[in-house]
């Protein structure tokens, strides 16, 4: 049975768009899919209008269930709601699945129409500015000239402040949490390890596995394991795992068999996402991510880059996040100030690392639903 | 041509043991050899001898050349040498690969007596107290029964613990560097993915690769990716190599080619380990490192574990070392006060990270030596 704050079941629906795309790579894409869900109404003023963009490994399922019995609800669903923070009582929300995901919009798993087959490695390397882009013609598309808000975590964060900066006028507010400016080389380096992975499986094929008939599910799982792994805080694995051991023995046997609890979470885990997710989309997505630099078109100059902005903005950071930490969040409230602008920071103390940001945490959602109760619509 | 500091050419040698050795597993060795290297001499008291314990990937050339034309020296080559901190004008050094390394010593390349053939992935879990005792018998053969000092980094570093903490009369000074008292959660997890670079590389035949002609070369190079990256720090990176792009393009073509400087050295560092380091024994140091406890005969209670210590303890600590931060130094240094004993505490200022034990440091190799200056002959 479905909580009263839960948005039900919900139906993912698909807009096709055949207006030429012109990608920041060069690449024209002639013809593309996005695969959408929306919760609550939009308003005859169409004021009330909040887009949500998706992380690394998200997509457009944000909240509620496509059956009721579902195991799991949409990834934010915590934040999503009827009397949540991103109150469908009151907000029209949209969600979306980003150009070169794989669970329903143009990426890999499409056919590029020049050849045929599948995309797979040669779909073209998408980036910030060209997901921005995409949305905005959604926006269109459903009728929306101006979002009340454009909210994201980590990837998302980093849509959401790249909306701002290059359409000012398109929303009223920015939420942007556990995001930064641009990766540092650490950041880099981690996303680099994690394409490795899949890179070096046998079952990569060049990326032309699928029609190979074969999957690299064990580099796309240990990709999976350095993300999760660095989205988590030192303390709160300390909390949640200590040094328990499955086995209840220090002793190993000589088929390597998993001694610690974090040892086979993180196997499991791994294994998992692999069943679910395409090792193209995650390469891709690494890519974007490591690509992402707000100042770019401005020299480097941040506080440049956030001139323009007129959205007000909410900055959340989450203190025991070391892969994108508050540092990096007040990097940008810096620049804002620098500028002129009024930004709304928020530090919140958890031991919940980077993936603090799709956690409840009472003063993280309470502080957040707060905010968004003074966004008119 | 050598420099004035440097213990000039060496020469490594073997010491073979038929007394069996029982571990901590309860497997019985009841042959095996261990590499060795000595720097300085012994003298006529035999007081002034200093055994050097290795971390994870290191081995027994700590110090000086094979060959004048060498390109690299031992791996402590700044630490140890006339003039330098571990003084061999002043001291008897001695460094051993570990049992189960795979630089000569016996080890997972070496031949099972029981089957006649390579010990392989069978070689039994050794850990950080069977180190210990091997390195007790070799001194013995070296007609050393109490060493002036035991000293090591990271996992070399818990060596030097155990030491203190098993055979109290037998060193009078040890020095444990960027140490800590057992692994965290999180620690153990980046071990984890480590060992599941090698053991899912199809070329790892269940760590029977040798017999198969084979080599696990592209898990071994990610798994030292992984590991190199924790070694080092967010901002140590950062400065080394900030965002530079490899081609000056932020395009990637169709064979993901590097564009990140950060990419191709992480990758020029995982391949040149992957052909000089033995998986078998990467895998084993790994779960010698998970393994170590310096409490575990203590019920956990440090401060009890470190009750019968006799040694003076210096523990040295590096700011920017995520992977064993100078909170856990401290930790051990917290113990030894509460068992009354007195523990010198250095915490170097370094964006060197875990490493930084490694590398040049003005500050860290005055202080090193001043404390060594004190140490009886």
Chains 1, 2 share one sequence.
């Not at 950041?187 to 999957?215: C, K, M, S, V």
């Not at 190993?252 to 609890?261: M, R, Y």
């Not at 508050?326 to 930004?343: F, N, Q």
Request: charge should be negative.
């Amino acid at each position: 049975m479905m909580e009263a704050s839960s948005v039900g079941i919900v139906r993912p629906f698909t807009e096709v768009f055949d207006e030429p795309l012109s990608l920041a790579c060069g690449h024209v894409l002639d013809h593309y899919e996005l695969a959408v869900e929306t919760y609550g109404e939009l308003n005859t003023n169409k004021h009330n209008a909040v887009l949500i963009c998706h992380a690394l490994s998200g997509n457009h399922h944000a909240a509620g269930r496509y059956e009721a019995t579902d195991k799991n609800p949409g990834w934010w669903d915590l934040l999503i709601g009827p009397g949540k923070p991103i109150d469908t009582r009151r907000f029209f929300v949209v969600a979306v699945n980003n150009l070169g995901g794989c669970h329903g919009s143009t990426g890999p798993l499409s056919v590029n129409p020049d050849t045929g087959r599948l995309w797979g490695p040669d779909f073209p390397p998408v980036q910030v500015t060209d997901w921005v882009e995409a949305q905005r013609r959604l926006g269109e598309r459903l009728g929306i000239e101006q979002w009340a808000a454009v909210i994201g975590g980590s990837l998302g964060g980093m849509q959401a402040l790249q909306w701002a900066v290059e359409y000012p006028s398109n929303l009223r507010h920015c939420v942007a949490l556990a995001a930064a400016p641009k990766l540092t080389a650490q950041n880099i380096a981690f996303n680099e390890i994690a394409r490795q992975a899949i890179l070096t499986d046998p079952e990569w094929h060049e990326g032309h596995y699928t029609t190979q008939q074969a999957i690299p599910s064990r580099g796309l799982a240990l990709a999976r394991m350095v993300g999760h792994l660095t989205y988590m805080s030192a303390d709160g694995m300390s909390d949640k795992f200590g040094r328990e051991l499955r086995e209840g023995s220090f002793q190993t046997d000589a088929e390597q068999e998993v001694v610690f609890q974090v040892e086979s979470y993180l196997r499991y885990q791994g294994g998992q996402f692999s069943t679910r997710f395409d090792a193209n989309t995650y390469v891709l997505m690494t890519r974007a991510l490591d690509y992402f630099d707000m100042a770019s078109a401005f020299r480097g100059d941040l506080t440049a880059a956030v001139g323009a902005i007129e959205a007000r903005c909410l900055l959340i950071a989450f203190s025991s996040d070391w892969r994108f930490s508050p540092t990096r969040s007040r990097e940008i409230v810096d620049a804002l100030l620098c500028a002129g602008k009024c930004p709304t920071y928020a530090e919140i103390e958890t031991d919940g690392g980077h993936d603090a940001f799709l956690l409840d945490d009472t003063y993280y959602i309470e502080l957040f639903a707060a905010w968004m109760r003074q966004v008119d619509v």
